[in-house]
């Protein structure tokens, strides 16, 4: 889970994407992987849950979210953990070499 101190004021307007969401009512184990998964196993359950978050109409509000609350785990608009802590990395260092 992310840091609630990040997590958005429990308004509608902060919310109401998740409704809307390609992945309401799928299985969330999709998304989330187990202790134990490596390899193979984790690789296709990722991709089955990228290929959901690619029809979603809610993609970009997805991934804005869990970019912004630095959530640890699962597929957050169609990225996965690596991939989400690549990119706070990316903006941290363009933001650190613009401040300096
Ligand atoms: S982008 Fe993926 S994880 Fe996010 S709401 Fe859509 S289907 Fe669910």
Not at 24 to 46: K, Q, T, Y
């Amino acid at each position: 889970m992310a840091d609630v101190h990040r997590l958005p004021t429990p308004v509608s307007e902060n919310w109401d994407w998740q409704r809307l969401g390609a992945c309401r009512g799928a299985n969330s184990a999709v998304f989330f992987h187990p202790d134990s998964e490596r390899g193979s196993a984790r690789l296709a359950r990722e991709a089955t849950a990228k290929r959901i978050c690619n029809s979603c109409p809610v993609r970009a509000e997805c991934l804005r979210h869990a970019i912004k609350v630095q959530e640890p785990y699962g597929i957050w608009g169609g990225m996965g953990e690596n991939e989400r802590r690549a990119v706070i990395s990316a903006t941290r260092r363009r933001l650190k070499s613009h401040a300096s």
